[in-house]
């Protein structure tokens, strides 16, 4: 768990010298540093914090940013930054943003790597000597951790301040910071440290998948899988490749080939614009498949079997999910005229149905943006997906609220462009709309478009094939503003795993936005949301245009630059702009303005 304290009002005591400057060619030194240790050595553990400042050590700047309350609270935030001249990475190496994304990725493993053979041994109570990295899934994302900004690589780590008892412990300090440091600085932030080509490789690697990412569009395609891929993973709790197990082959007939600028050509199952229906036994793999394609919106790393599994990048998973909040959100292209007479055009409740809840999910993908809609039985609700001719029958249509997404994948396809890949196993219905059937055999994907159509021949006007006209779906939620102050202190973040956000005392269950794949995201979107929240909403913007805004700061101004100056002990990593709009939507607070 992350957690984070309100900024403390009252200034730090600093024991410099009033009125220096502290400038880079005035900064605090090692000395400065050293000296300053000695000084409160023993004496009581909160005077570390008038270490809280910059130190030039040299070949690099050592910042000691937010030091911790007590030896077992969470580890104090410092931060390295090593300029160009002793880092030395060539510049081809991070020309470019995802250049520079895969090196920051391949600094970071280093780095862990680094640590974890450190070995540090307790050096006091509590926290005391614990050095801590963020740590690193396989995707390739941008993360606080690492980050090079003009040049300069940051950085930003956790060390647990050592204490004897209550009290400082200034050597066991000294030791990490006058000797493992700068060793490690060497190690994991200096070029020469590195095998070159290494370098070289996973740049490349990052190329080829940006190619292929920029490709998809006009090629058709909403995914490409290359052939040999790895889809299954270890275990429900370990995302590494599944050892042994069948390697991914395109049936021929969806086979594309690929001219890669760096692998060269590359042979895979390009997934076509349009509904694409996955069939097949249970166990079979179907939903392995579908997973990949979900985690596809994000780079992997090398080995790790999905390196070239791309899917375009605002493919939602759409699912069940109920109990979740939904707030002023029109489903009427999914439900209507319930018994209670609530208008579903702005559809509000604290405790959403299977239905409602994937009803809202995907308009709120809509209005996220998604293009692409990934969807699984498994996780579905039963009458959101279907419903037969008999049961029309005998519950005659104006009883019954729901027109389900069968009735509309088509119309959303053609109308407005939107894709969908759905698994399911159990029921014939979507064939009728199918542009691709697929279907998975131990593993194994196979076409068998050919063979349902002439089935389905068989049974004409079986299934109804509506491509009615969508209603027209109303996005212009404008967010009210609230207070979120809490007893007069800041907001306040907590966030557990990739579970949940805690926005003061209000709990935002995130822990079924599959794609929510780091818990540095889950800190991150506490923050952003944070940041909205305080200086973008003014009753007058809507969330798109709030989230858009963000995302152009972002851009604009790097990712750190939304994160505040005391942010938690947690380590942020980037989210896509569509999960940050999936958690507002489930926050109990959120107020919006529908004229
Ligand atoms: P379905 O959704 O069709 O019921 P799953 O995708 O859940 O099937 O897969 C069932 C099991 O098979 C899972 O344990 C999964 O790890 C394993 N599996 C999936 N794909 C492969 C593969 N290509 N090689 C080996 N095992 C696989
Ligand atoms: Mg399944």
């Not at 920051?104 to 862990?112: G, K, T, V």
């Not at 793999?285 to 090398?302: F, M």
């Not at 005998?394 to 019954?400: N, S, T, Y």
């Not at 109308?415 to 593993?443: E, N, P, R």
Request: positive net charge; glycine residues 8%; hydrophobic residues 35%.
């Amino acid at each position: 768990m992350v957690t984070e304290k309100g900024s403390r009002k009252e200034p730090l005591k600093n024991t410099l010298p009033k009125g220096r400057c502290y400038g880079i060619n005035d900064m605090n030194t090692k000395q400065d540093l050293q000296q300053e240790l000695k000084k409160i050595d023993h004496k009581s553990y909160s005077l570390y914090k008038n270490l809280t400042g910059q130190y030039q050590f040299g070949d690099f700047i050592f910042s000691i940013e937010k030091v911790q309350g007590d030896p077992f609270a969470a580890p104090s935030r410092v931060r390295v930054t090593i300029p160009r001249s002793t880092h030395g990475f060539p510049k081809e190496l991070y020309q470019e943003k995802v250049t520079k994304t895969a090196l920051e990725d391949a600094i970071l493993r280093c780095w862990n790597r680094e640590v974890r053979s450190l070995n540090t041994r307790q050096m006091g109570s509590g926290n005391s000597g614990k050095i801590a990295v963020c740590p690193c899934g396989q995707e390739v994302i941008e993360r606080m951790a690492v980050s090079i900004e003009k040049e300069q690589i940051q950085g930003r780590f956790l060390i647990g301040f050592p204490a004897k008892g209550r009290s400082i412990f200034a050597d066991a300090l000294g030791d990490i910071l006058f000797q493992i440091l700068p060793n490690m600085v060497k190690k994991v932030f200096c070029y020469t440290s590195y095998k070159p080509n290494e370098l070289e490789e996973n740049k490349k690697l990052a190329l080829d998948q940006k190619y292929i990412r920029e490709q998809l569009d006009s090629l058709g395609l909403i995914a490409f899988i290359g052939d040999g891929a790895v889809l299954p993973r270890e275990s429900g709790v370990s995302q590494r490749p599944l050892k042994n197990a069948i390697s991914f082959q395109s049936p021929e007939s969806q086979k594309i080939t690929l001219e890669l600028p760096y692998h060269g050509a590359m042979t895979g199952m390009g997934i076509k614009k349009g509904i694409t229906v996955v069939v097949g036994g249970g166990y079979h793999g179907k939903s392995t498949l579908l997973n990949a394609i979900e985690a596809g919106v994000y780079n992997h790393i090398k080995g790790d079997g999905r390196e070239f599994v791309i899917t375009e990048s605002t493919a939602t998973k759409i699912r069940a999910e109920d109990g979740r909040s939904i707030c002023k959100t029109d489903i009427q292209m999914f439900i209507n005229h319930l018994p209670n007479q609530k208008d579903t055009k702005v559809f509000s409740t604290e405790n959403a149905s299977g239905s409602t809840s994937q009803s809202a999910n995907m308009i709120e993908a809509l209005e996220a943006g998604a293009n692409t809609f990934l969807i699984d039985e498994d996780t579905s609700a039963t009458n959101f997906m279907v419903r037969d001719h008999v049961m029309e029958e005998i519950v005659l249509k104006e009883k019954e609220p729901i027109t389900p997404f069968i009735n509309r994948a088509k119309a959303l396809y053609e109308q407005q462009g939107i894709s969908t890949v759905i698994v399911v196993g159990s029921s014939s219905a979507y064939f009728t709309v199918a542009d691709t059937v697929l279907q998975l055999d131990s593993y194994k994907v196979k076409d068998i478009k050919e063979q349902v159509d002439k089935v389905i021949g068989k049974y004409p006007n079986m299934w109804i094939n509506t491509c009615e006209k969508l209603p027209d779906v109303d996005f212009h939620r404008k967010i009210k503003q609230i207070d979120m102050s809490y007893k007069g202190r800041d907001l306040k973040i907590k966030t557990m795993g990739t579970d949940t956000i805690c926005l003061n005392k209000e709990n935002i269950d995130v822990r079924y936005l599959e794609q929510l794949i780091d818990s540095g995201q889950t800190v991150a979107i506490g923050y952003l949301l944070k940041y909205a929240m305080e200086k973008l909403v003014d009753n007058k913007k809507t969330m798109q245009e709030i989230i858009n805004k963000l995302f152009g700061l972002i851009e604009e101004k790097g990712f750190s630059y939304l994160i505040p100056k005391g942010y938690a002990a947690g380590f942020p990593v980037l989210p896509r702009p569509q999960e940050v709009f999936f958690a507002w939507n489930r926050f109990r607070e959120l107020k919006i303005e529908r004229e």
